[in-house]
């Protein structure tokens, strides 16, 4: 597809992503004052905000193209607004570990990344609807999920700082028994954790799926037996993939998964507390995103 042509761009930005060391509206402004023949504007997120204060930017302004900027977080909030619409997404990498970003190959630079966006092209990519809510990279159950929540809590952030949470999971993080729907059959399993994967990796390069694709019509389904410190070193620092031995990959565009107690939940890195039972169904072609060319 062709590189597309934006002429009226909303960013919507959250100032509380990441480090918050940079000025984004200032940095939006100077590069986009410089061109002519885009209009652009700037909606800074309220500390307290949701869908809808963004739908009301989308209206009031009309833009053909817009862009979050933040973490994962946000983009899953500016997704939510687009999905089945014309109006694609842009990503400006602003968070912590900026998953969804990495996994599009978007920069990390700012003037680079909103070069992006006037020379990118446009595909469309699946989504995923899980327990009403949107999955637009990762979501699981169980280890990972119960990591965000201390990793939330803590004062050190990068990978430091998921090392350390990491830690303090691991020896406190019991076995989830289960029982899954999924391809017309049911099972029983025991697993450390369970990710539903509508992307390949992890923000911190972690391979948790190499088999996905985001424009196919499936999502995967991994369940991983046993987690160990070697295995998280192995995945976080040296980017290598889970060990096969201990894990099932299922491929599928529904499951739905039952646990016998409450386990931990979260989804694009947003941790959303414990439950019992998933649904997650696929959304084939659901989002126009902005990646590069090439």
Not at 94 to 120: H, M, R, V, W, Y
Request: aromatic fraction near 6%; hydrophobic fraction near 45%; charged fraction near 25%.
């Amino acid at each position: 597809m062709a590189s597309p042509s934006f002429k009226r761009i909303l960013f919507v930005v959250n100032a509380n992503s990441g480090t918050n060391e940079m000025d984004w509206v200032k940095e939006i402004s100077a590069f986009f004052d410089e061109q002519d023949e885009v209009e652009f504007s700037v909606f800074e997120l309220p500390e307290k905000c949701d869908v809808k204060d963004v739908q009301n930017e989308l209206e009031s302004f009309k833009p053909n193209l817009a862009v979050a900027v933040g973490g994962d977080g946000t983009v899953k909030l500016v997704a939510e607004c687009l999905l089945q619409t014309d109006v694609a997404l842009g990503i400006i990498p602003a968070g912590s570990a900026n998953g969804l970003a990495k996994e599009l190959g978007i920069p990390a630079k700012p003037e680079e990344a909103f070069q992006l966006l006037l020379q990118g092209k446009q595909e469309s990519i699946h989504v995923i609807k899980i327990n009403d809510e949107l999955c637009v990279h990762l979501s699981d159950i169980g280890f990972n999920a119960n990591l965000i929540k201390k990793f939330d809590a803590m004062d050190s952030r990068g990978m430091w700082g998921y090392l350390k949470a990491s830690l303090k999971v691991l020896f406190n993080n019991p076995t989830m028994e289960v029982r899954m729907q999924v391809n017309n059959e049911t099972t029983i399993i025991k697993a450390a954790m369970i990710v539903i994967a509508n992307a390949t990796k992890y923000g911190t390069g972690a391979v948790i799926n190499p088999v996905g694709e985001l424009d196919d019509k499936k999502f995967e389904v991994i369940a991983l037996k046993k987690l160990s410190l070697s295995e998280i070193f192995k995945m976080s620092v040296l980017k290598t993939k889970h060990n096969p031995g201990k894990t099932t990959v299922y491929q599928t565009s529904s499951v739905i998964i039952h646990s016998r107690k409450p386990v931990h939940f979260q989804v694009d890195g947003e941790y959303l507390g414990k439950v019992r039972k998933i649904k997650a169904d696929i959304l084939p072609a659901a989002l126009q995103v902005i990646v590069p060319a090439h």
